[in-house]
Nanobody, 128 residues
């Protein structure tokens, strides 16, 4: 599985950015996908998730400003998908490295194990 983020950059507070994540190497129809961010240190904060049934979850700090979406057209046959994060009304505290994730079943289905794959991240810098 490979996840490659793009679309990061520098923007002024109040502005917008749209991140993309090109995913390959799996039938992503069975995966939940999400966006995390890391400001400093080892911890990464979840911002949003989109489940394989299309339902979305946002943390309070981004709700109403960020929109997560996905394109899984023909993923069963192509093994590819694209994840998006549209970010509006950006604030300086949104400055972080943003990571794309795919949480997918692995191994024998009897054991219902899952593994979270990570991209390399893309920097978003919001200035005042």
């Amino acid at each position: 599985v490979q996840l490659v983020e793009s679309g990061g950059g520098s923007v002024q507070a109040g502005g917008s950015l749209k991140l993309s994540c090109a995913a390959s190497g799996y039938n992503f129809a069975v995966c939940s996908m999400g966006w995390y961010r890391q400001v400093s240190g080892p911890e990464r904060e979840l911002t949003s998730i989109i489940h394989n049934n299309g339902t979305t979850v946002y943390v309070a700090s981004v709700k109403g400003r960020f929109t997560i979406s996905q394109d899984k057209t023909n993923t069963k046959f192509t093994g590819t998908a694209t994840l998006y994060l549209e970010m509006n009304t950006l604030k300086t505290e949104d400055t972080a490295v943003y990571y794309c994730t795919a949480d997918c079943p692995v191994g024998d289905p009897l054991f219902r194990q899952r593994y979270k794959y990570w991209g390399q991240g893309t920097q978003v810098t919001v200035s005042s």
